[in-house]
Structures are given as C-alpha cells and as structure tokens.
C-alpha cells in the first residue's frame, strides 16, 4: 500500500463491497498480534494476515451524485479517511478521500 501512496483499499467479493481495509487497519490489526516477534517471524506472520481479519465491514458509502458537502460531513461524523463510492447496483465505482475533498473545496481544477 505505501509504495503506490495508497492508504485504503476496497474488499470485494462477488462484484459487492463488504468491506475497506486501511494502513492503518493493517497496523493495528498486526502490531497487536506481532509486538513480541523477531523480524523474521513478523514477516512470516504478516504474509498469514487475511484482509478480513483487519478490515472494517460496515461500511459508509456514497452515491456518484451525494454533493462533496455531504461526503465531507460523512467523513467528518464517522472519523473515516475515504468513502466508497457504488453504482446503482451497490458495485464499488471508486473512492473519494480527504485529498480529493481538499482538491475540490480550494483548488477547483488545478493542480497543485
């Protein structure tokens, strides 16, 4: 995740979202469980993680059309980084995060 700059991830199954996983999911989820390991035996253990043991699965999302204002206060309320954006049919059509609400609110189309 940190190589691409990517802090959350959608979980998917059968073309529906059940869950988001963050860095900070992966984290928590791990130290908790790895504090006491060597470096050897953390990474063993870190590569026998499954996603749907750290991830979230109530999950807060939004529609293509929910107005930026809306999500912004979604994310404020719930103490979340993203939102899952879903289609008509519930299928995870993106992600809008905290960055992307900073673009739109003062950068309006430029680039930073």
């Given at each position: 995740m940190s190589l691409g700059r990517i802090r959350h991830?959608?979980?998917?199954?059968?073309?529906?979202?059940?869950?988001?996983?963050?860095?900070?999911?992966?984290l928590a989820h791990s130290l908790s469980r790895a504090i006491d390991f060597d470096p050897k035996d953390?990474?063993?253990?870190?590569?026998?993680?499954?996603?749907?043991?750290?991830?979230?699965?109530?999950?807060?999302?939004?529609?293509?059309?929910?107005?930026?204002?809306?999500?912004?206060?979604?994310?404020?309320?719930?103490?979340?980084?993203?939102?899952?954006?879903?289609g008509d049919d519930g299928t995870p059509v993106g992600l809008v995060t905290e960055t992307d609400l900073i673009r739109a609110a003062y950068l309006e189309g430029e680039e930073p």
């Open positions: 991830m959608p979980v998917v199954e059968g073309g529906k979202l059940v869950g988001i996983v963050s860095h900070r999911d992966l953390r990474r063993t253990f870190l590569r026998s993680v499954d996603v749907s043991e750290a991830m979230t699965r109530n999950v807060i999302t939004v529609e293509r059309a929910t107005p930026v204002d809306e999500a912004a206060r979604l994310m404020l309320r719930h103490r979340v980084g993203c939102l899952p954006v879903v």
